[in-house]
């Protein structure tokens, strides 16, 4: 499993859930609604590294994204494990 | 394949499949899980008129949390009932969370069930799948199709789950030993 940086946004919409958004590589965030035991922190818990390149890891976000996406180009330097 | 009966409670005694509150032996059928509704929604509010608006989801950096927080409310669905008026639009969620783990090789649909069906109440849209990992409530988009009011209570069962088994283990769920082998 790897962790990537995110912040709060907002609690909800369901019960256990949390809006969280995450920096992407391109510098463009992304909100996620993920379940509060997946954050910890402010690092939320994704796949593990997929793919690597030049600086940046491809990773699954536990939920899709509020704009439809699955898996983000982060930077290393934002995910830990 | 589709998981019997059986099938879920063997995966649910193993852990393959965890559901909090565990479901009791009434709400299994021969090929699916009865899941029931909780006790807090959220209902969509209408715009006020002349001004005109639209959702972008499909921009880059969306802001999910803008459309949330100004268009809908918390509402309580009691176990005396909430009454969900013709073509009103309630998000919910069902009492019970569901945990699919990656290596589980498991993912689910949610799916309606017919006896609410034929009243006009549609419990999702257009996304049914359960992927493997999963860990939460199950959230309903709730839908009155029909011509007369419904009432929704706390506790009545909303939903359905079907599992379905995998081919193979999704690459988040694989931390096997030759994960970063090569073939070179």
Redesign the interface.
Known sequence: ?CRIKCEH??D??????Q?VRVKQATG????V?A?R??ISQNMLE???V?ARDDGKVLI?L??ES???KWRLWINSADTQG | MILTDREIQSAIQTQQIRIDPSPDAAAYSSTSLDLTLAGKARSWKAPIGGVQIAIDPGSDGFKFSEVYQTYTTDVDVPTSGYLLEPQAFLLGWTQEHVSLPSHSRLAARVEGKSSLARLGLGVHITAPTIHAGFDAPLQLEIVNHGAIPIRLRSGMRICQLIFEQTFGTPAKGYAGQFKTQSSG
């Open positions: 499993m946004v907002m909800g919409p369901g019960p256990q859930e809006v463009v965030y992304e909100e609604i379940s035991s997946s994704t796949s593990s997929l699954e536990p939920r509020a704009s439809g």
